[in-house]
């Protein structure tokens, strides 16, 4: 991996105005300027799976993180879990039989390719990021190099922001948008299933298309599901 190209998108990513941005979301933001494609995502991965969005260009790419956060499938996790990028240029051929709920949930999406690179040091897991394209499309082997060298300064990013956070005392605040939310989205997305009587991938799309259109976090809408202050009752009934 060329050094240069990394000091130079770290160089990018410091100069910019940080006052209203995570470093995260820069970063991203920077990846997704640079190279030909839709939008990126960066989540926190451990050796338990993914732990919540941290960066996210746009609505797909936040659907994105969630649907593999939610779900616990997709190239993020191969991706973390093997060590290697994985590369899916073409959704609709390949991604159903290899993760045959994250698959069709993401293709409903419009999204249509998506490559992940892991985001660690030596064995320890740090993060993905996730690029992705509404149009199937391989990235060439200059776009690819860039991507790799995307990935390499996220890795800086994140050893650079939780350096600055003393021992037991947590994550850094931009690491920790959605981390730890995980029970009460799973919890909510069950409830939802039964209220609506449908499965788990179409209960969670039902959770974020609401998030979307009251604009509201999915985790807000997911509390307010578990404390039944909302409901979503099967197709013909009105929201509670």
């Given amino acids: 991996m060329s050094q240069s190209r990394v000091n130079k998108i770290l160089a990018t990513v410091m100069s910019q105005d940080a ?12 990846c997704a300027d640079a190279l030909p494609v839709s939008g990126v995502g960066m989540g926190l991965m451990t050796d338990s799976g993914h732990e919540g969005a941290i960066a996210a260009t746009d609505g797909p790419a936040r659907l994105m993180e969630d649907l593999q956060f939610t779900l616990g499938e997709g190239p993020c996790l191969d991706a973390s879990r093997e060590g290697r990028p994985v590369l899916q240029p073409d959704l609709a051929r390949t ?20 490559f992940a690179f892991p985001l660690q040091v030596g064995w320890i897991r740090l993060g993905v990021l996730d690029i992705y394209r509404d149009t199937a499309g391989n990235l060439d082997d200059d776009e ?10 996220a890795v800086v990013i994140l050893v650079h922001l939780q350096s600055q956070v003393g021992a037991g005392q947590g994550m850094h605040p931009q690491l920790t948008d959605t981390a730890g939310n995980r029970p009460e989205i799973h919890q909510a997305t069950g409830m939802v299933s039964v209220q609506a009587l449908v499965g788990l991938t179409e209960a969670f799309l039902l959770l974020r298309a609401h998030s979307f259109s009251a604009e509201r976090s ?13 409901r979503f009752p099967a197709e013909g009934g009105r929201h509670g």
Avoid: K
């Fill in 19 to 30: 006052s209203t941005s995570t470093l995260p979301e820069l970063l991203c933001q920077a």
């Fill in 95 to 114: 991604a159903p039989r290899r993760w045959p709920v994250f698959g069709p949930a993401v293709l409903e999406a419009g999204i249509a390719a998506i």
């Fill in 144 to 153: 690819l190099a860039q991507a790799l060298a995307f990935a390499d300064a």
């Fill in 218 to 230: 999915i985790l807000d809408v997911a509390r307010d599901v578990v404390a039944r202050r909302l």
